[in-house]
């Protein structure tokens, strides 16, 4: 079972425009939040994080809110460039175990 | 080095065959874990180092994959008696410490397994 479900594979969207990337997840134990960046041939980088006691960390054009009642969690790039297509993938944790990765969103952001 | 290395970053195998595949973490990293990303799938965990503790194994899909981690640094996933399903990009991580809040996670690019 999925603990961590990103339901959009694909997004598109047009430059300057707000990309809006969502992640759900079940285990309320979970209590910190990841955004990891992944280009062909490359392996995932990291993004943006938020803990569990935060409701919003923002780094530039780049915003992840967490609702901890919905579990739910987005990333908002706003203004989106063709530079940030790639996949995303939502990451989560809690305590001293791997991360756990969901399916990914791949975003395209067009010209 | 300056960053996570895996090799090869290409394998073609045949089914049935026996693979291997390195990870050599960066340097004074503690913690190393390989996951994988099959076609369409998300990053699926594999197992994990930490420093001299028993490795933790859970995410090993079957008896047919192992892992070692020689003297605290390079890793060596192998995988026996390969079959088709087994294809996937095969990511090797490290860290600083268990916690990744001590410094996250550093990825490798990956070895794309083809079994044919």
């Known amino acids: 079972d999925q603990q961590v479900k990103q339901n959009s594979p694909s997004l598109s969207v047009q430059e300057g425009r707000i990309s809006i990337l969502n992640c759900d997840y079940t285990?309320?134990?979970?209590?910190?939040f990841l955004w990891y960046k992944k280009y062909p041939a490359e392996g995932p980088t990291f993004l943006i994080s938020?803990?569990?006691?935060?409701d919003k960390n923002e780094d530039g054009r780049f915003t992840v809110f967490l609702n901890k009642s919905a579990k739910h969690l987005s990333l908002h790039i706003v203004p989106s460039q063709p530079g940030d297509s790639a996949v995303y993938f939502c990451?989560?944790?809690?305590?001293?175990?791997?991360?756990?990765f969901g399916k990914g969103t791949r975003l395209s952001v067009i010209a | 080095g300056a960053g996570v290395s895996q090799s090869p970053s290409n394998k073609v195998t045949e089914k049935g065959k026996d693979v291997e595949l390195r990870c050599d973490p960066i340097?004074?990293?503690?913690?190393l874990y390989w996951y994988r990303q099959s076609l369409g799938q998300g990053l699926e965990f594999l197992i994990y180092?930490?420093?001299?503790?028993?490795?933790?194994k859970s995410g090993l899909p079957s008896d047919r994959f192992s892992a070692e981690r020689t003297g605290g640094s390079v890793s060596t996933l192998t995988i026996q008696r390969t079959q088709q399903e087994d294809s996937a990009v095969y990511l090797c991580?490290?860290?600083?410490?268990?916690?990744?809040?001590?410094?996250?996670?550093?990825f490798g690019s990956g070895t794309r397994l083809t079994v044919v």
């Open positions: 180092f930490q420093g001299n503790s028993a490795p933790d």
């Open positions: 938020i803990s569990s006691i935060k």
């Open positions: 991580a490290s860290s600083l410490g268990g916690d990744y809040r001590l410094g996250g996670y550093t």
């Open positions: 340097s004074g990293h503690t913690a």
């Open positions: 990451a989560v944790l809690s305590g001293n175990t791997p991360l756990v």
């Open positions: 285990n309320s134990m979970f209590d910190y």
